[in-house]
């Protein structure tokens, strides 16, 4: 059970309609390295993973993802909100104005719509965390290539903020890493699924 708090992590306030930033910035919804597939990646992650604080760390973040996608939808909300046709036109966002008007819908940047496969949840600890240390680090290109793209405060702001929490999720998920291997043999923690093949283990002692 969460407790919603009706206010943006970090305050949004566009000015400019730019639906061509909306069309850019996009891909940080539903993007193969967006908000959505990170909230979603540890989310599903957290059930399996043996270490009680490591999943309570994977709720933490996926939680935090949620956040940080409702701060995305806001920014290209504020981009479209005011969009005419030729707006669109212009931007080279006509193809998701036909489909969706100004409505938001995850899709990447290049226009291929969010799926599932795009994050993995496999049920093995260091192969997750691993992941989400990769994904982490995704996510923060994602945003460094917006910043040298887009010059606009109004919109580098939030980015800015955004791209700096995925810097604190890496580090807080090499520390869980090292965290898991501490509990593990550290000679042989690679060669085994912690999460699953330690039980069959233990059932067969």
């Known amino acids: 059970m969460w407790n919603y708090e009706k206010r943006l992590q970090f305050p949004v306030k566009i000015t400019k309609t730019c639906p061509k930033s909306a069309q850019l910035i996009i891909s940080q919804f539903g993007g193969p390295d967006g908000e959505l597939a990170a909230s979603m990646r540890y989310l599903s992650q957290r059930y399996t993973m043996p270490c009680k604080k490591t999943a309570g760390l994977l709720t933490d973040i996926g939680t935090e993802e949620l956040a940080h996608m409702e701060m995305i939808c806001a920014i290209i909300y504020q981009l479209t909100k005011d969009m005419k ?3 669109a036109k212009t931007a080279g966002f006509d193809a998701y104005y036909i489909d969706h008007t100004s409505g938001l819908w995850p899709q990447a940047a290049g226009g291929i719509p969010f799926n599932a496969c795009e994050f993995q949840s496999k049920g093995d600890a260091i192969t997750d965390l691993f992941e989400d240390l990769a994904a982490e680090q995704k996510a923060r290109t994602t945003y460094d290539n917006i910043l040298r793209i887009i010059d606009d405060p109004e919109i580098r702001e939030p980015i800015k903020f955004l791209r700096a929490r995925e810097v604190v999720h890496f580090q807080r998920f090499g520390e869980a890493l090292e965290q898991i291997k501490d509990s593990l043999d550290s000679n042989n923690y690679y060669y085994f699924n ?9 059932a067969r002692k």
């Open 194 to 202: 912690p999460e699953f093949d330690k039980q069959m283990m233990q």
């Open 85 to 87: 046709p030729e707006d």
